[in-house]
């Protein structure tokens, strides 16, 4: 028999009542097990235009910084250079801004000598540029060179053989070789310029023409036609007993450090040697001046029996070293000029190429200066050595000035270059390559410096000793 009809309805009231409180106890559990978790909100996906446009922003604060900072970077001052004696002494190839900052003050004389001709409307033409022909001078022979630049390469167009020996005058061609190959683009940095120098102590001796122009030595000081130019030494001394003159430079870098105490420790006299066969009546004045004096280290020479001869270092063990003029200046000066000492020089006749930088008095006097007779020679000496302080600042000043600064190898090949460009400013005419012949033909001018360099009157070919076949001479 089936159940009665409330029964059923109490039995599924029952069964639909336990299922809704099994789901919300489900549903509540669920809520409480998620809410002790961290929210996580997830990034709203951008419409594809919007993604595309955040790359132009970014790249353009990128490059906004990049300006900046290249604006902080131009803002702070490039480092200077300078010169530093050790490292830029011997490099031969210092560009012209480097030049200006080392040598400042190296070019008064080509200054001078540019001024002179300026100030007379006058320029250097070609006519100007030959070796002596007979009969321009009454002199001795003087040997000379004829010689062009260009396109960065030396040539030697004449050259008169004269009493000097001839190895000054290749001394002088080598130290111009060094300079102008020691720039990278010599072609378009060394003018094409031609110019003769003659290679005798006085230059002018004997002239007709007073306004010879010519590269020299030196030059009186009251000739302002003569152009100077380092002399022969920079490249090397022709006696074995000097050496180069950088060598030279290192033998006394070496003897130098023999003092412990440097100057302090030399012995307090005064060094000279040299022979009465030129400038007699000068250099018996400081002999006489000097002779039986407890600072005196003064000695003539004889050539013929060399006795009291001295290597040319070897006055750099003294503090003090004396210097005269020869036949008119003196390449002794340079040498002096690398000892740590107080140089002692009379009043001079003649000017070299650095000789403006000489200061005899004053907070930067580098040398002290008596008179060409040496009347003042002995209280002069009385006084330095009464103020050995005083002594030992001039001793300074002159080795910063000239040892380690404006005659260093270095600064001499910026003079030649300053040289080559300063002439090439008063020259009117451009340097012929060729001379050419009547009938069409053309033959070149002079003899390329790498030849040049090793040519004699006579020498070897294919083993037989035979006059040298090369000729300069301009053709008819």
Not at 102 to 109: C, H, I, R, T, V
Not at 220 to 242: E, H, I, Q, T
Request: charged share 30%.
């Amino acid at each position: 028999m089936g159940k009665s009809s409330p029964d059923l309805f109490r039995r599924r009231a029952l069964w639909i009542a336990l299922t809704i409180m099994i789901v919300f106890t489900l549903s509540y559990l669920s809520h409480q097990r998620h809410e002790g978790l961290p929210s996580v909100t997830l990034p709203a996906v951008k419409p594809a235009q919007e993604t595309e446009m955040v790359k132009p922003v970014e790249a353009e604060e990128d490059m906004a910084q990049t300006e900046q900072m290249e604006q902080l970077e131009m803002m702070e001052p490039e480092p200077t250079w300078e010169f530093v004696v050790g490292r830029d002494d011997l490099n031969y190839g210092l560009t012209d801004e480097q030049c200006d900052i080392a040598f400042p003050l190296l070019y008064e004389e080509l200054d001078r000598a540019r001024e002179h001709l300026v100030n007379l409307n006058r320029t250097i033409k070609e006519k100007d540029i030959h070796v002596d022909r007979k009969g321009t001078y009454d002199g001795r022979t003087h040997g000379e060179f004829q010689v062009m630049i260009h396109d960065g390469e030396l040539y030697v167009i004449k050259e008169v053989h004269g009493e000097p020996d001839r190895s000054r005058g290749l001394a002088a061609l080598a130290n111009m070789y060094r300079a102008i190959s020691s720039m990278g683009d010599a072609r378009r940095l060394i003018p094409n310029i031609e110019f003769t120098f003659d290679i005798e102590d006085i230059a002018m001796e004997g002239e007709h023409n007073k306004e010879r122009i010519r590269w020299t030595w030196a030059r009186p000081k009251d000739n302002r036609w003569l152009w100077p130019m380092p002399d022969f030494d920079g490249w090397s001394y022709p006696d074995d007993g000097v050496a180069s003159y950088v060598q030279f430079r290192e033998d006394v870098a070496e003897l130098e450090t023999t003092f412990p105490r440097g100057w302090y420790d030399k012995p307090t006299q005064l060094s000279w040697r040299g022979s009465f066969a030129q400038n007699g009546d000068l250099r018996r004045a400081l002999v006489k001046a000097a002779t039986g004096k407890s600072w005196s280290d003064v000695k003539p020479i004889d050539w013929h029996d060399r006795k009291d001869l001295m290597a040319m270092q070897d006055f750099c063990k003294f503090q003090f070293v004396a210097h005269t003029e020869g036949n008119s200046w003196s390449g002794r000066l340079r040498y002096l000029h690398v000892c740590d000492s107080v140089p002692i020089i009379h009043k001079l006749s003649y000017s070299a190429h650095y000789y403006p930088l000489l200061v005899a008095s004053g907070p930067n006097q580098n040398y002290v200066e008596v008179n060409r007779n040496f009347s003042d020679l002995v209280p002069k000496m009385e006084e330095l050595l009464a103020d050995p302080e005083r002594a030992r600042v001039i001793a300074a000043e002159s080795t910063r000035v000239f040892r380690d600064r404006y005659l260093t190898p270095a600064a001499e090949a910026c003079y030649w270059r300053r040289m080559f460009r300063t002439w090439r400013s008063v020259m009117d005419f451009e340097p012929k390559t060729h001379y050419f012949h009547k009938d069409g033909t053309k033959k070149r001018r002079g003899v390329s410096w790498e030849r040049f360099s090793f040519r004699q009157e006579k020498s070897f070919e294919h083993g037989f000793f035979v006059e040298d076949k090369i000729k300069d001479e301009e053709p008819e």
